[in-house]
């Protein structure tokens, strides 16, 4: 089974400023991967997701992520972030035969003014 | 079009009270769900179903039951309510060539 990694648990930043949430997978012959986010009190959302082709995915809010096979890697990244972007963000990860998702432990943003 | 909808929202139980989770889909999804959520250790698979009538294990299935008798419906039941299931459970639903999958608002359950 897949495992993933979620390198740190709080993030605080300040609004407008950059963020990335890093996040590291147990490697596979083919992965997919995602991210979802989790406002106060809500359930999970897609962020965005990797299937196959461009290693670079796009959210519509601004949001992006790398697919970084040789590191394992599929870090989010948004370049200038708001007070609504405070939420809790999930690193997922799936394979082609498997069902099942496992997620990461979850790593906290926390935007201030 | 509800998406995923949970019921109840939040629930308090005694230890040993039991209870069923119920959690329903609009979206013709075939494969559901249910997750437990704890501070600090993410999302953990307690269940799953791929289709209607069948069910399997997933991460943490101890002491939790399901049945899935309508596509649209997956059930999940503490026989024996224990405070270490104190959590917040989410079901969610996929498509079977979609990958993403869909969460309901949660269940908040407290065991006294």
């Known amino acids: 089974a897949q495992s993933v990694t979620q390198l740190d648990s709080q993030v605080p930043v300040f609004e407008e400023a950059p963020v990335e949430l890093r996040c590291n997978y147990s490697s596979s012959v083919s992965v997919y991967l995602f991210w979802y986010v989790q406002y106060p009190n809500q359930g999970l959302q897609l962020l965005l997701k990797y299937l196959s082709g461009s290693t670079l995915v796009e959210s519509i809010n601004g949001f992006e992520a790398e697919f970084n096979k040789s590191q394992t890697s599929f870090h989010l990244r948004k370049p200038s972030v708001h007070i609504s972007d405070t939420a809790e963000y999930f690193c997922a990860v799936s394979s082609p035969n498997d069902y099942k998702l496992s997620f990461g432990a979850g790593t906290t943003v926390t935007v201030r003014a | 079009n509800a998406g995923v909808t949970q019921t109840p929202k939040f629930r308090v139980l005694k230890t040993g009270q039991s209870m069923t989770l119920l959690c329903a889909q609009d979206?013709?999804?075939?494969?559901m769900y249910w997750y437990r959520q704890d501070p600090g250790m993410g999302l953990r698979l307690i269940h799953y179903s791929v289709g209607e009538g069948t069910t399997a294990k997933g991460e943490v299935p101890d002491g939790y039951n399901v049945s899935r008798l309508k596509k649209q419906n997956f059930l999940l039941g503490l026989e024996s309510a224990a405070p270490s299931q104190t959590s917040v459970y989410f079901c969610?639903?996929?498509?079977?060539?979609?990958?993403?999958?869909?969460f309901g608002p949660g269940t908040r359950l407290t065991v006294l």
């Open positions: 969610a639903s996929r498509t079977t060539s979609g990958w993403a999958q869909y």
């Open positions: 979206m013709n999804h075939e494969y």
